[in-house]
């Protein structure tokens, strides 16, 4: 037996068929655990009144119905502003938001990670304190700064705060900061400038951090309609689906069927983005073998 057989051999995992079974039923257990919160919100949007208010309540379906689908289409096609406006202000809201985010953060956080300078290290201490603060708290700073800006009852009093948001800029610092400083040198070197630099070598290198980033911004984004609506936005041409849906379904008990539809059509937008972009938030980075 050759050197590299025995050496394989001498690392193969000692585990038995009854372990491994074993860990896949723990494994599997775990995941319809996980699953079921996104099962129930599925069954209940297509259940008829009298399943969703029925004592003891029954977690499937019986009687599968588009009712509710069909009671919130009417619903919307009441009100004087189209559905396909809020829809429009709500993606809108969303994209430029995210794209913002992604692209500020990502030109902040190469400096910050890759070249020293004085204070280098006092902004990024003022950065990880920035994390400590809630967005309720900060939530009448960003009022007054869009008042004096005169975004308020705009696009961009929602747009602007989450694009200067830190939790971006952290994360692709701290990612960035794994890139090998030969990599770089070497593009120097070869009369590559700063810029081609950053968005030919960092950017791709880092796609697994960007594209994470995407996803909590988008999804906080798309969530946020409910206060950007109430706090920010007062015409009611520029609000989004979700405070649209918020004040449409609070008729009461009647509206619980909508409602139910309402909540499987708000989460699966973000499920949608996760889905798309999470084999290559998984992927490994092409140079994290590498060392100086």
């Not at 880092?206 to 706090?231: C, D, N, R």
């Not at 609000?239 to 409602?259: M, V």
């Amino acid at each position: 037996m050759s050197a590299a057989a025995k050496l394989l051999r001498g690392n193969k995992i000692n585990r038995s068929r009854a372990g491994d079974l074993l860990l896949f039923l723990f494994l599997a257990a775990l995941g319809y655990f996980m699953a079921l919160p996104l099962v129930f919100v599925i069954s209940n949007a297509f259940k008829p009144i009298n399943e969703i208010l029925q004592f003891p309540p029954k977690f499937l379906v019986r009687n599968p119905s588009l009712n509710n689908f069909t009671d919130l289409y009417n619903l919307m096609s009441g009100t004087w502003v189209p559905f396909t406006r809020y829809m429009f202000n709500t993606f809108f809201i969303a994209f430029i938001g995210t794209a913002g985010h992604v692209i500020i953060a990502s030109l902040a956080a190469y400096p910050l990670a890759k070249r020293k300078f004085p204070g280098v290290s006092v902004l990024f201490t003022v950065v990880v304190l920035s994390l400590m603060f809630s967005g309720t708290v900060t939530q009448v700073t960003n009022y007054m700064t869009m008042s004096w800006f005169g975004m308020i009852d705009t696009y961009w009093a929602v747009i602007i705060p989450a694009i200067g948001s830190s939790l971006g800029l952290y994360l692709m610092k701290q990612f960035m900061e794994q890139i090998p400083d030969a990599l770089l040198e070497a593009a120097q070197i070869d009369g590559c400038s700063e810029y081609r630099i950053f968005w030919r070598i960092v950017m791709p290198v880092v796609k697994p951090a960007w594209l994470t980033l995407i996803i909590f911004s988008f999804q906080g984004l798309w969530g946020a309609g409910g206060a950007a609506g109430s706090m920010y936005i007062y015409s009611e041409q520029l609000k989004t689906i979700d405070y649209a849906l918020g004040q449409i379904l609070a008729g009461g008990i009647i509206r619980t069927g909508p409602s139910m539809a309402a909540t499987l059509l708000m989460i699966s937008v973000p499920i949608i983005i996760f889905v798309i972009t999470q084999s290559n938030v998984l992927q490994t980075m092409s140079t994290s073998g590498m060392k100086d």
